[in-house]
């Protein structure tokens, strides 16, 4: 059987891959594209953000079963916000020790559902020897203990202490490594994490020691936030090197694609970004936890903005059915929020304040009143379709401007770690993160809209799921591909 690479390229814009290749700078992904498959967009989860979308590449399901709920988040059992690194900033305003803590342990540990299994974890089981760089979700069946191979490894192991599960071969910055390659990633220094994982596959291609190798390429996220989507060509180019760069050490880019299977995928897109949304201005009027504002027992709300999404969580408990409205109300009035979604029992509500109002539930195949979107799910819809610019015709429901919509905005409303109400910017928007962090005159992604959420997609060694269009595709199949392809269901 081929051997399987993922390449994970963070934030990989359809277009701009296309733009990559036709200027003559990413063979590898050309090779790979000629030879097979390439989807053009890829779904992400709703809030389109790495951790959610990570984990929901890494088990193939959404955040309703693993629990991964934003990349700022409210942990109610413990009344604290959970910051998985939305900037520097953000993490000194809530606990840079907290922060790492939550990143390198708690993610893949009591955070990820106990119950999801990872596609490490689901090979593993079956035997097959599995690798894998630096990426957020690492969960396997083989224990690694902190790397004390540098100076800067052994200073930070006064943090970092306790072993981890991940695969076989694991290396994850420079906290854990299974081998000593020699690879340095300067503690995971972003515009060196690309290159790191081209370093430790190749090392681990010209050796044979894997069957499976999640090869994670995170830079072109870091160059289009500051740079803006349209400046990605220079960064795939960067991460199709590092492609290359294991192809080269596995005996040629031919040979390589001869002996693996191959899948590129992004996690989400990106989108301009041109203005702020003052989320914290608009709740002024409200106790807020949080750095500066009320105290976790006094505080009626918690906010976490998650760049152009964000989610408000009601902290009083006894009153939530009554706060949730007020909080919708507020969110109503805030210049910038496209999209806002919450619960009314058993039904999902999405609400445009421009464009109306549209109420959903899952539904019964047969039931008279039912309609089916692109992969098949049924659903009850009444209300304003304009809510998501969406239509039905055949019993079909599309809205292709808010891609996947009815399954993404419920997973995100019955994950129990998710907020009440959860908010989307409009195109341009962002949410300033916790330290006051934007992406203002650069790219940025999170919302619901098909501007930030469409990735790319392009495997070859494999077979495609028949009668698949184009637009039923999600970052969720990705994990079914590769389990299909070693044989597991």
């Known amino acids: 059987m081929q051997r399987l690479l993922l390449a994970v390229i963070d934030g990989c814009k359809p277009s701009m891959l296309d733009r990559a290749i036709e200027r003559g700078e990413a063979p590898a992904l050309k090779a790979i594209r000629e030879r097979g498959t390439q989807v053009s967009s890829l779904c992400a989860a709703f809030p389109s953000v790495t951790p959610v979308c990570a984990t929901s590449i890494a088990t193939g399901v959404l955040q309703d079963r693993h629990r991964i709920a934003a990349m700022n988040w409210w942990k109610r059992d413990e009344r604290r916000y959970v910051e998985y690194g939305s900037s520097f900033r953000a993490a000194r305003k809530l606990g840079i020790a907290k922060q790492l803590t939550d990143t390198v342990y708690n993610l893949n540990g009591s955070h990820l559902a106990a119950d999801v299994p990872t596609i490490y974890e689901s090979l593993d089981d079956a035997g097959i020897r599995t690798a894998g760089t ?163 027992e006094d505080a009626e709300v918690a906010l976490c903005p998650n760049q152009r999404a964000a989610m408000v969580y009601g902290l009083v408990e006894e009153a939530r059915d009554a706060v949730v409205p007020r909080i919708v109300t507020t969110a109503r009035e805030i210049p910038g929020v496209d ?119 392009v495997f070859c060694g494999l077979d495609a799921p028949e009668n698949r269009p184009d637009d039923a595709w999600s970052i969720t199949d990705v994990a079914t591909l590769a389990r299909t392809h070693f044989g597991l269901s």
Request: glycine letters at 12%; proline letters at 5%.
């Open 339 to 457: 999209v806002i979604a919450y619960r009314d029992g058993d039904t999902g509500v999405i609400e445009s304040p421009a464009r109306g109002t549209l109420r959903f539930a899952p539904a019964a195949a047969d039931g008279a009143d039912a309609v089916r979107d692109a992969r098949g799910n049924t659903w009850t819809v009444t209300g304003e379709l304009s809510a998501l610019n969406a239509s039905t015709s055949g019993g079909v429901f599309a809205s292709p401007d808010y891609p996947d919509a009815l399954r993404r905005v419920w997973a995100a409303l019955t994950c129990a770690t998710s907020g009440d109400v959860l908010l989307s910017a409009a195109p341009g928007y962002e949410f300033p993160d916790w330290g006051g962090a934007d992406h203002v005159g650069g790219g940025s992604h999170g919302s619901l809209h098909h501007s930030d959420s469409l990735g790319a997609l």
């Open 134 to 296: 630096t990426y957020l979700v690492y969960r396997g069946r083989h224990e690694h203990r902190v790397s004390k191979e540098t100076a800067l490894t052994r200073l930070a192991g006064q943090l970092f202490r306790k072993p981890v599960m991940g695969p076989r071969e694991l290396f994850y910055a420079d906290i854990f490594a299974s081998r000593e390659t020699g690879c340095r990633s300067q503690m995971g220094l972003p515009g060196i994490r690309d290159q790191h994982a081209g370093c430790v596959g190749s090392w681990l291609a010209a050796r044979d020691l894997y069957d499976f190798l999640l090869l994670s390429l995170p830079d072109n996220d870091t160059h289009s936030h500051k740079n803006g989507p349209h400046a990605q060509p220079t960064s795939i180019a960067a991460a199709d090197a590092q492609i290359l760069r294991v192809a080269e050490a596995a005996g040629g880019l031919s040979t390589f694609l001869d002996t693996h299977a191959v899948i590129v995928c992004a996690d989400h897109s990106h989108a301009a970004v041109e203005r702020r949304i003052d989320l914290r201005g608009a709740f002024a009027e409200w106790e807020v936890a949080g750095p500066g504002g009320a105290s976790v």
